[in-house]
């Protein structure tokens, strides 16, 4: 889906006009790929307020992948944060997603130079639901990729670092070839690790299972999000690790990710997961996770940042 432009982007502590948001094309980030970005969302809830969902924490992930970059972020954790809700304001959304990037600019193109700039941009656009409005209610079909979550000394996946999601794009333009909406990746030992763009959560006779942090995934705050929500539901939630064909026999399947946010998986690999549609631990999570970023739930104010 082609992004909408809206007024500005924020780029290095100035809104400037969104055509005016370009970079030379021997930025050091363009050949290499070093460069942290996040992905945000603003919800509008229902009192009419927009909020930035957990604006703090993935502010703190970005800090914490430039650091693994060894890239010196130019602003300190509340610019960053002012920048983004800056960002939603002037372009008076609602709704909507958030980027904000740090990058190495021109200036030097040898691998080990520290000469380019650090220059940072926060964007936002319109964007609906990843993987689908239908996706979201009925599930989505899955393929377990070729590709490889890569261990830790190949890839810092605590990270969401911009090079490294080469697998990702490949892995996904695959899947969707193949006629499936998502790919799954296992890690070096085979184990499953997460989707492109998400994490995953089995259910499997009431016990809901994450692959652990210290695997080769992501941090991401979603999956966080629903940890501490299917807990505070007195659902027995573990994180270890999880078998290819456990994903086939499983209840339940689901994504969480900021894009994806809470997406029920209906088949892998041509096997149907449970009854093929949303099952109820899944249905009642996105629920409680709505209730939160677009409803009325007033437990968790601490995630929301109001513009
Ligand atoms: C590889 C990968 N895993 C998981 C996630 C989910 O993370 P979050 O819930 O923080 O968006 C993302 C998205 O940022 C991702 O790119």
Redesign the pocket.
């Known amino acids: 889906m082609a992004i909408k432009k809206v007024d500005t982007i924020w780029v290095d502590g100035e809104l400037v006009p969104w055509d005016s948001a370009t970079d030379h094309v021997l930025a050091h980030t363009l050949h290499y790929g070093v460069g942290a970005f ?3 969302r603003a919800y509008q809830r229902a009192d009419g307020r927009t909020q930035i969902f ?1 604006l703090r ?2 502010i703190d ?1 970005l800090i914490d992948s430039c650091v693994i970059c060894t890239m010196d972020p130019a602003y300190t954790r509340e610019q960053l944060m002012q920048a983004c809700i800056d960002t939603v304001r002037s372009n008076k959304m609602a709704s909507c997603y958030l980027r904000p990037l740090v990058y190495l600019g021109a200036g030097a193109l040898g691998l080990g130079s520290f000469e380019p700039p650090v220059r940072t941009i926060v964007a936002c656009y319109e964007w609906g639901a990843y993987l689908g409005a239908d996706g979201l209610k009925k599930g989505i079909k899955c393929m377990i990729s070729g590709f490889t ?1 890569a261990n830790g000394n190949a890839a810092m ?1 605590k990270g ?1 670092i911009c090079g ?2 080469v697998t ?1 794009v490949l892995a996904k333009r695959m899947a969707i070839k193949s006629g499936f909406e998502e790919a799954l990746m296992l890690d070096p030992q085979g184990y499953v690790a ?6 995953i959560f089995v259910v499997k006779n009431g016990v809901v299972r994450t692959p652990q942090l210290a695997g080769a ?9 629903t940890i501490q929500l299917l807990r505070e539901q007195g659902v027995d939630v573990r994180e270890e690790a999880i078998a290819r064909d456990e994903l086939y026999i499983a209840d339940e399947v689901f994504l ?5 946010e809470i997406t029920p998986v209906r088949d892998i690999d041509h096997r149907k997961i449970g009854k093929g549609e949303a099952g109820p631990i899944t249905r009642r999570l996105q629920e409680a996770f709505f209730n939160v970023v677009t409803g009325s739930d007033a437990k968790h104010d601490h995630w929301l940042s109001y513009i």
């Open positions: 996040e992905g945000i957990r924490e993935h992930r979550r996946n969401k490294q999601y990702s997460e989707g492109t763009g998400e994490n995934i992501l941090a991401g705050i979603t999956r966080d999000t969480t990710g900021t894009a994806a």
